[in-house]
Structures are given as structure tokens and as C-alpha cells.
Nanobody, 123 residues
């Protein structure tokens, strides 16, 4: 059974940091682009960051550039999102996703989704 399981969410004050992790299992994701999306209450899900199969190519939403960093470990089949300088507007459920196409994943198309982890940033 294919699974993407997120962890690391929680409550943090504005200006703080969190590291999210996504563990993949059930198939070989080493060649799959993987990424992070988020959905705030009342809003549509949006792209946060994606990385190609080896992490050598990445893409970030403008709203998180310079603050968030995506990385992956293909030996452990994990993808992480380091979030620094967090703002209250970063509050959302963060989802891990994987898809065979980097371009399609950037567009929000994914074959596999995790169930999400909640990040709450207090002011």
C-alpha cells in the first residue's frame, strides 16, 4: 500500500521555525518528484515547494522563497520542509505529494497525497 505520512507540524510563534518530514512507503519514490502543498481554512490548496527526483531542481512559491527549504533523502525515502521565519499567514494544513512529472506536480497534479499535518503560527 502506497503511503505518504507527514510529521512535524505543531504550534509555533511568529518568527520561529519548524521542520516537516514526509516518509514514503509502498513503492519506489526515488525517481518521483515530491513536494509540499498547504491549505489554509477557507482557501484552496496551494503549492509550497517541490523537488525533482534527486533534489537538484527545486521550485518555491513566491510567498515562501528565502524562508523555506525543501530537501529529500532518497536512501530514507523522505522529503523535508524546513520552515524559518514563520508568519501567521503560514498557518495551514501541509500536505506531502508525489507525482511522476515535476511540471505537473508544480501545477498541483499528484498521484499520491499524504493526509496532512497542521502548522499553526501564532502572532
Amino acid at each position: 500500500q502506497v503511503q505518504l505520512v507527514e510529521s512535524g507540524g505543531g504550534l509555533v510563534q511568529a518568527g520561529g521555525s519548524l521542520r516537516l518530514s514526509c516518509a514514503a512507503s509502498g513503492r519506489t519514490f526515488n525517481t518521483y518528484p515530491m513536494g509540499w502543498f498547504r491549505q489554509a481554512p477557507g482557501l484552496e490548496r496551494e503549492l509550497v515547494a517541490v523537488a525533482n527526483w534527486n533534489g537538484g531542481s527545486t521550485y518555491y512559491a513566491d510567498s515562501v522563497k528565502g524562508r523555506f527549504t525543501i530537501s529529500r533523502d532518497n536512501a530514507k525515502i523522505t522529503v523535508e520542509l524546513l520552515m524559518n521565519s514563520l508568519k501567521p499567514e503560514d498557518t495551514a494544513v501541509y500536505y506531502c505529494a508525489a507525482h511522476s512529472s515535476f511540471i505537473q506536480l508544480r501545477a498541483g497534479i499528484a498521484s499520491y497525497w499524504g493526509k496532512g499535518t497542521l502548522v499553526t503560527v501564532s502572532s
